[in-house]
């Protein structure tokens, strides 16, 4: 592996940030699946490759939309809810990644791990393309309706969460604690 290359890496690591809001313009499906398709590669203990990839048409995410909120509108009001809805209707582009269940406690784990890797390829391949992302993991995504309106059998997979993505409008800072604070040689 030449030096250039992780070095470049390097930098989209770095760089990728959390975008949370987005230019109107769509990303290509081209360039979502061969984000997938590189996503793939992540490492996955005994293969199991434990992911799926649900890229949601305009109709589920327009359930999901309402089923949030209605939501909020009983639990936080009218003026939360229509605040939100707003903003999930501006976002662009949705993907849900689930992960395979299992009967074994560690395989399922492993699984989550291995999608949470596949995630994060994702993530900075778009990155590289211009693309960014916002990983959520609300409340709703646990419920059945969530489950139904995706497609996907609660008993046999667990979404690992919601991806939006789009052309960032604005991109934030982020901060990270110093490395003697996390690195302990022992
Ligand atoms: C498992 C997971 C779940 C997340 N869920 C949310 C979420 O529900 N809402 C949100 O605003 N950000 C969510 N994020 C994004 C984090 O807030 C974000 O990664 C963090 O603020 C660091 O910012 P950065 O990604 O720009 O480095 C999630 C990230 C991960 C890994």
């Not at 949601?56 to 909120?69: E, T």
């Not at 501006?90 to 291995?114: C, D, F, H, M, R």
């Not at 693309?131 to 059998?153: L, M, P, Q």
Request: contains cysteine; glycine residues 6%.
């Amino acid at each position: 592996m030449s030096r250039e290359w992780s070095q470049s890496l390097e930098s989209v690591i770095l760089g990728r940030r959390t975008v949370h809001a987005f230019e109107t313009a769509k990303v290509s499906d081209d360039l979502i699946e061969r984000a997938i398709d590189v996503a793939c590669w992540a490492p996955n203990h005994f293969l199991t490759e434990p992911w799926k990839y649900y890229l949601l048409s305009d109709k589920p995410k327009a359930q999901i939309i309402d089923m949030n909120y209605r939501e909020n509108l009983t639990n936080k009001g009218a003026r939360f809810a229509e605040v939100k809805k707003n903003r999930w209707q501006a976002v662009p582009g949705w993907l849900v990644i689930t992960s395979k269940k299992s009967a074994n406690e560690k395989e399922e784990q492993e699984n989550y791990a291995a999608c949470c890797c596949a995630a994060q390829n994702l993530m900075l391949f778009l990155w590289t393309k211009g693309v960014g992302v916002k990983w959520t993991t609300g409340s709703i995504i646990e419920t059945s309706d969530f489950a139904n309106i995706v497609g996907f059998t609660m008993s046999a997979e667990k979404p690992i969460g919601m991806f939006w993505y789009g052309y960032p409008e604005s991109i934030g800072k982020q901060f990270r604690q110093p490395l003697k604070n996390v690195l302990l040689k022992v």
